[in-house]
């Protein structure tokens, strides 16, 4: 090792630690010391604020000192430089230790700018850059109530949700009159402040502050330019970085009027066998103070060492992030001060929408573009702006929600040299290449290109790519199911359906492998069911259904269930109200309404269930398959019996169509609704099957969803007469039980069918595959077989066996314990059952067997 | 070791769980998940593991679904389907996480469990 180039590298943060990768790949041989300032080696700076959201730094460490050792590499912590030797080549600790180098890599990063305020320097006012710093602010957070931060920039407000999230109420206090004045335009600044005002941060802008001086009401109070002050007990600023240039200066290293190492297109400094990268490198009198350049910086400086010839061409700084849960997007000339730029707005302030892309004169390339509030564009508008794409002819519907006629930019359009993952700098040729070369999974092109093993916001586009490219070469997309079956959902369904397939073993021993798992077993449940439709608790099947299937109800967090009788269209009458109440009140359960239009009854034991059931079904009611992935309710509004608008019979209908899939396995969970008129009450746009009453009969609408990803109904078909709605819902249904993915909805599952509304339309309306016939029959089979699983469940003692807690003592399992709350009880939380253990009288549920004597 | 019969092999469900209590003292007990799967080769092979999931905080492993991942068999929590190794107790998510597996064999037509964990037993060899 002696005759090895020595390299030292000053500095380990994510640029340093970058370099040390890249440059052990190049040079194996290589003599690598690496110089930390700080008491650990690298870690993720990026994502510093989720130490506040429960992160330790050991989550946010990048590397260890054991995958050091492994790459050979020496490190020091604590370790700082006093100077640098050029003549010797040497350089000097503070603890008067010293190195010799051939080649030194300066990667020193920056310091956070603290502004000269006659008071900067109490002991809570704080800085946000190292995880000590985090330290100090969560210690002054503690002892604090108000916390302001002065600098309304990308940091500025990544640090407002710090101090939100460490309990404080927290202001930003920018001297620009709008928050992100560099990435954000007036309207997006305008924006982004409603949204963050809206969840509690408050902001003050075009505020200079001269001094901070002792409060009134709080630790601090800072006095504002204009006349006006603030009160705070924690100051922290975030008002820009600085390179932290201070060695190169000393060693006479050329350096940028404001700061910044001069470095050229190798990242050498005025000193050749010196380089410089990341935040304190200057090039073309520039500073970079994102991870994606300083990533291509030390790219580029750990190539050239192994005589490579890439060189820093200067990087996009274009950003895409979430502050506060607000998604905010910037792209390039997002000012639009190129000249002759033009500009589209799409501004949509009911739901806190803005969007702006900035374009050439000639209207055919994208220059720049501002997001906030919804950024689902950025990423086929970046690939616009760097590729140099040219613009569609109406550029506005780039932006415009009308989501049917937005040009999608599929991976295809994209040119060779598009970048791809910005993070490892990956073009789409690099990955043509991967595959070329052999690479035949998703996984296999992230392992030897590294694209999307940064920060991931690339991995959408890069799945698309690699299956678009692998289709290309006739290669199938594998789309397994899990590892146990080399199948998709769709193929299972068709190997079960053709080949009369009636159990999961019988499934495995043909055509799978291993024992099965949690994600094939619940499938292949739901395939066989929805094919032959046979009891789920059958000897063949238990063991493949979820827990909610095996016990016929819910499982909440405590272990209990919840139970759900059907209310077919929300309609029902007094004496079966009596009897939900009654026997909620015998078995103590914790009842509510739910958004369905029936009432869940919570908090019964595992033992208990066989029992509840048997009193509801005597008095008339069904299961309510609320937790199966089957349909679950159809809600209804009153309609025309009573309403005076109401056009139809709307409840008749849903509990006609209710009575009509109950019971029906499906991929995931199907709700439905019936609105009498246009006012559309029942909401059945939001549902995955939407029924709206016309004068002439009924409108049909499909795929909308509610919850986590919100989709609204496409309208189907219009002016139906009953029997031809119904017939369009049978063949919709099984098309969709048929070919949708596992766990996938219907809106989801509309939008990756090729040709989507349309082609669906054709299909189910215009029977363009022949299938329909065979949809409705098999729809007819299913219906036909229903049966009450509860009712079955409780008419054999073998299947009742199930139901006990224990299946050799006749107790009850002494961690479920209920305290009272408004009237009603709930699962009691640790805290409470400590205080329980140590009898402290808390009213609690009786925990005995006796409830049915009770 | 001493073997303790909780329950008939009969009282199982192939490849599927049960919860058998395993009284302790005068009292108190311990909450067992006990499975039965059913191997490709036809041979059945009995697991034991502690009922309370320390992820979910509640007593609800035999109420898991059983399988295999890359040929160990394991339970997936039906709370937050984290996957327990039924060999190990480790929890293959989330390595800072292991329950406690017991020993347990089919004695004359009776599931016995002895209330030693596996772990101890094999840092006393």
Known sequence: MNDAIKIVVVGNGMVGHHYVEQLRQHCPAADITVLSGEPRLAYDRVHLSEFFAGKTADDLMLTSEAHYESLGVRFLCNAWVENIDRQSRQVWLTDGRHLVYDKLVLATGSYPFVPPIPGNDQP??????TIEDLESIQASAAQS??????????????AANALKQAGLEAHVVEFAPQL???????????????????LGVRVHTGKATERIVAGNQSRYRLEFKDGEALETDLVLFSAGIRPQDSLARQADLAVGERGGIVVNDRCQTSDPDIYAIGECALWQGRIFGLVAPGYQMARVAAGHLAAGDESFTGADMSTKLKLLGVEVGSIGDAHGRTEGALSYQYQNQPLGIYKKIVVDAKQKRLLGAVLVGDSSDYDTLLQYALNGIELPKYPESLILPSSSEKPGLGADALPMT??????????????????????????????????????????ALLKNMVDTELAKRGVEVKKDICEHFAFSRQELFHLVQVEKIRTFDELLNQHGQGLGCDICKPAVASILASNWN?????RAHVGLQDTNDTFLANMQKDGTYSVVPRVPGGEITPDKLIVIGQVA?????????????RIDLFGARVEHLPEIWRELIDAGFETGHAYGKSLRTVKSCVGSTWCRYGVQDSVGTAIDIENRYKGLRSPHKIKMAVSGCTRECAEAQSKDVGVIATDKGWNLYVCGNGGMKPRHADLFAQDLDTDTLVRYIDRFLMFYVRTADRLQRTSVWLESLDGGLDYLKEVIIGDSLGLAGELEAQMQKVVGTYQCEWKTAISSEENL????????ADKPDANIQFVEERGQWRPATAEEKNRLANSQAIPVRQLTNDTQSA | MQWNSLCKISDLIDNSGVCAYLEEEEGTGRQLALFKLVLADGGQKLFAIDNWDPIGQANVLSRGIAGSIQGEPVVASPLYKQRFSLVTGRCLDDDSVRVPVYPVRLHEGAVQVANVQLAELEEAC
């Open chain 1, 124 to 129: 809570h006012c704080l800085v946000y850059r």
């Open chain 1, 145 to 158: 109530r108000v916390g302001v931060v002065i600098g309304g920039g990308l940091l500025g407000l990544e």
């Open chain 1, 418 to 459: 598009a970048t791809v993952c910005s993070c490892h700098n990956v073009s789409k040729g690099d990955i043509v290449s991967a595959i070329d070369e052999g690479a035949c999974e998703l996984a296999a092109v992230k392992s030897c290109t590294r694209a999307s093993t940064g920060c991931g916001g690339c991995s």
């Open chain 1, 585 to 597: 009140k015998k078995y103590r359960l914790y009842t509510k309404v739910t958004g369905g239009q």
């Open chain 1, 534 to 538: 046979e009891f789920v608790l059958a």
């Open chain 1, 801 to 808: 066996k199930r139901f006990r807690q224990f299946v050799n």
């Open chain 1, 180 to 198: 992100m004045a560099v990435q954000l335009d007036e309207g997006g600044g305008k924006l982004l402040r409603e949204k963050i005002e809206a």
